[in-house]
């Protein structure tokens, strides 16, 4: 009981000291106190737009080929699947820590990933940490790193029970799962809780939902194969940059930098781009049915996979939820817009809520975690829910059966270990 009130406890602190350190290093690379990062890089000159993911590509390019040169970072994974518990005792953690920070500066900064393994590593570091002067067994020990990093996950966006379903369905072995709920659950709750302090309790996305209309339950069982397809293909594309990233070398440096410099430029055009994805869905959730949104929409479901590739690539450390669920997002508006252009009344918000559930459902290949994450970003109506949990199980059906054969991505993990 003491350690799981301490690492939710701890969890939601670093979930809100991430999000203060995410708003500095925006206001430092683009010079502008207060705002979205959208309206941010909107209101920098240009140039500073182009140089902003460039330059901070670059100095966490230099640091991480330090840090990886010393020694790298144990991560949450690592921990995990180590069950002597060995691993999770070398966590330390000044390394998570700093490796943490530097992922939040690289998204601050504009570069295309997530955001979000940072709270999930400190938290994970922090929960071993606590094991360890509790002296808790091993299994306990890897149960309580599992449920710390899906707890700094809900913390940061306020799901504890999406934070949770990563916890279980994601990060832990299949046969600790049934144990590890009753860990998961309590920690997020915690966490999410301690971290109103910041969000004050409020969804991520503050948008209504209006009740269900036939165009929108018709046109998301449309969309699964559709959907299906954009998250295999995510899926496919990112483990492919992963698997042919840079050198731990000299190279990292101008490597992130370069991919940086190509998303600041198509953030002239596309000022969504920069960041992680959140600022994306955002835009995707409200997004009028006009031609100029459509052409947008595509932008974004276009250019996000590649520069996220781009930065993975490059060497960068980062998460795939963000990009997963703006992918997804952009699509689902994007469904709703066709629709409403051919004169059906379709529901923007909740096509976009569909899509980017799905697409994460695929990218991540947790169903479970995709659907309960995504709704209680906005927290709209149960019916919301209820098709969105058809919508991804049908995803999820079509590539483990006739699709089975398209949706394997090599010899890769399931996890991502991003």
């Known amino acids: 009981m003491i350690a799981v009130v301490l690492a939710g406890t701890a969890a939601g602190l670093i979930g809100i000291a991430m999000a203060y350190l995410l708003e500095g290093f925006e206001w ?26 460039a330059l901070g590509g670059a100095a966490a390019g230099a640091l991480w080929w330090w840090e990886r040169a010393t020694g790298g970072v144990v991560g949450v994974e690592d921990a995990v ?35 979000e393994g940072a709270p999930r590593l400190m938290s994970g570091a922090v929960a071993a940490r606590l094991a360890r002067w509790l002296g808790l067994e ?18 940061m966006y306020n799901v504890p029970l999406g934070g949770a379903a990563f916890a279980v369905e994601i990060t832990l072995t299949a046969g600790a799962r049934r144990r590890g709920v009753w860990l998961a659950l309590p920690v997020s709750a915690i966490a999410t809780v301690v971290s109103w302090l910041h969000s004050r309790g409020l969804p ?18 449309a969309m699964a194969p559709g959907l299906m397809a954009l998250g295999v293909g995510a899926r496919r594309l990112w483990g492919w940059f992963k698997a042919h990233r840079l050198p731990n070398s000299w190279a990292l440096p101008p490597g992130i930098a370069a991919a940086g410099l190509l ?85 923007v918000p909740a096509l976009a809520l569909v899509g980017a559930g799905a697409v994460l459902a ?8 995709g659907t309960l994450f995504v709704w209680e970003l906005v927290r709209p109506g149960l019916w919301v829910l209820a098709l969105m949990a058809v919508v991804a199980a ?25």
């Open 394 to 418: 049908g995803c999820w059906w079509l590539t483990s059966s006739s699709f089975s054969s398209f949706a394997e991505i090599g010899r890769s993990p399931r996890r991502d270990r991003s």
């Open 362 to 369: 695929m990218t991540q290949r947790a169903p479970v975690f």
């Open 263 to 347: 998303t600041g430029a198509a953030s002239l055009w596309l000022p969504v781009l920069p960041g992680n994805g959140r600022d994306a869905l955002e835009a995707a959730l409200a997004s009028p049915t006009t031609g100029a949104a459509l052409v947008a929409l595509g932008g974004v479901m276009v250019l996000k996979p590649v520069l996220t590739g781009l930065t993975l690539g490059a060497g960068a450390t980062g998460g795939l939820l963000a990009p997963s669920f703006a992918l997804g997002g952009s699509a689902g508006a994007a469904a709703a817009g066709l629709a409403g252009l051919a004169g059906w009344d379709a529901s």
């Open 138 to 155: 091993a299994g306990t020990t890897t149960l309580l790193v599992a449920a710390a990093a899906g707890a700094g996950l809900a913390a």
């Open 81 to 115: 699947a180590d069950g002597s518990g060995t691993a999770a005792a070398r966590m330390g953690l000044t390394r998570p820590f700093a490796d943490g920070a530097l992922q939040v500066l690289v998204v601050g900064a504009g570069n295309s990933v997530g955001r």
């Open 28 to 53: 430092l690379f683009y010079g502008i106190a207060e705002g979205t990062l959208p309206e941010r890089v909107e209101a920098a000159p240009p140039w500073r737009r182009v140089l902003a993911p």
């Open 204 to 221: 991520t996305f503050e948008v209504t939902v209006s009740g269900p209309t036939a165009a929108t339950v018709l046109t998301a069982l």
